[in-house]
């Protein structure tokens, strides 16, 4: 029978969506989106310019609509950062909405004429609200912004220990890649300067040009993202509970993104085609360290991170705004209708890797947190420092090495 060995006096901790906890709060055209961020240390370096960074990247990208002409978010920070630094209290966030004064006073008739595939119809047989406009602004993914922006929080913690989160587009409508090597930073900063967040700039051409097409034909383009942790050290995560294990913790993550309607881990859209002995990640030793010959399980096995990149995969639909009418019915008159157009993307695909990094960002945190605890960075530091110099057959990278 095994034995337990604590490691710095760590206290076990349950790892799951309970450590960090946040929500968010504001309509579309509301005065303002909130967030509410709690389980954070103290001690972590965050400033607003910090978050500024990210909701910056999430509102980029080609085929988005007017309404990013007319934001400029930058987040408020009203609690629990003091002189640069968290408290460990819990953080306030505050993104106006500078649409918000041309929809204060304007009269809008009522949204009776459901999109197919928005949240208006199931969200009037759930609330029953007869204007369903009300359900919309809710449902809308301007919620994303608050999303980032706490995100952004989460990336400041893991970089304090070696840990980076990159993505990219693999596929808009019918253009598809299979991407660049994030691990290299010149493929990262050739993806952070395409409009579609692909490395190649010939594959960026061929999106613009789908995107394009769409446009003209009034239509919507959907698409696949690619998101990748570097620098997770093993053991995140658990495979004793449901509830625990990281792959489905960052699943459910990903599918609660706004028209996200697949989702796999490493290579799990493909790998039931295959063998098993070309389904799994070989090993062998290297100086006394285990490496894997492949990463097609993304990092995550058992539940649990194993020392490789974490790789998600996700599926976004093409959004349901149309400008071409959709067959529909309206509420008001209970007869067939074509359904109601609001204000809207082409394609939104680049800002979904955007905001897929951010809770890819607050899964980790949380898992990470799970695993070490402590209420300072300061009580952290040495603990993780104490887990990974007694792992076996492990060899942490320079930017963990360098962060503990």
């Known amino acids: 029978m095994s034995r337990y060995r604590p490691r710095n006096g760590a206290r076990p901790v349950r790892s799951s969506l309970l450590i960090v906890r946040w929500l968010t709060s504001g309509e579309s055209h509301g005065p303002c989106l ?28 080609y085929g988005r609509g007017g309404r990013m002409k007319i934001e400029k978010d930058r987040a408020e920070i009203t609690s629990g950062v003091t002189q ?27 949204f009776t004429k459901p999109r197919p595939g928005h949240a208006d119809l199931a969200g009037f047989f759930k609330y029953g609200h007869e204007d369903m406009r009300i359900v919309l602004e ?5 919620e994303t912004t608050m999303r980032v922006a706490v995100g952004a929080i989460a990336r400041q913690l893991l970089s304090q220990f070696g840990m980076a989160i990159h993505s990219q587009v693999l596929r808009i409508g019918r253009v598809a890649t299979d991407g660049g090597d994030l691990s290299d930073p010149a493929i990262v900063n050739a ?13 960026e051409a061929a999106m613009r040009a789908a995107i394009d097409e769409a446009r003209s034909l009034h239509d919507t383009l959907g698409g696949t993202i690619e998101v990748i942790a570097f620098g997770a050290v093993p053991g ?11 792959d489905g913790i960052l699943a459910q993550a990903f599918m609660s993104i706004h028209a996200i309607k697949a989702v796999a881990i490493g290579d799990g859209f493909s790998v039931g085609e295959r063998y098993g002995t070309d389904a799994h990640d070989g090993m062998r030793f290297d100086d006394g360290a285990i490496v894997r010959l492949t990463n097609r399980a993304g990092g995550l096995e058992g539940g649990i991170s194993n020392g490789e990149p974490i790789v998600v995969r996700a599926v976004k639909k093409p959004i349901s705004t149309t400008a071409k009418p959709q067959p529909s019915v309206d ?44 209420d300072n960075l300061a009580e952290i530091r040495p603990r993780v420092s104490t887990y990974v110099r007694d792992l076996r057959y492990w060899r942490p990278g320079p930017a963990l090495a360098a962060g503990i």
Request: proline share 6%.
């Open 331 to 374: 509420l008001a008159t209970g007869e067939d209708s074509p359904s109601q157009y609001e204000r809207s993307d082409v394609c939104a695909v680049p800002a979904a890797g955007v905001v897929g990094e951010a809770m890819m960002a607050i899964v980790l945190a949380d898992a990470f947190m799970g695993k070490f605890g402590g």
């Open 84 to 110: 640069g630094l968290t408290t460990g209290g819990p953080i306030g966030l505050r993104v106006e909405n500078l649409d918000w004064p041309n929809w204060r006073d304007k009269v809008v008739a009522p």
């Open 138 to 142: 809710r449902a809308s993914a301007r």
């Open 34 to 61: 909130l967030a509410i961020v709690d389980g954070f240390p103290a001690g972590i370096p965050l400033t607003e310019d910090d978050l500024a960074v990210d909701l910056a990247r999430r509102q980029m990208g």
């Open 191 to 203: 993806v952070e300067a395409s409009t579609v967040r692909v490395a190649d700039p010939a594959v």
């Open 236 to 246: 995140l995560g658990s495979h004793v509970q449901w509830d625990r294990k990281l």
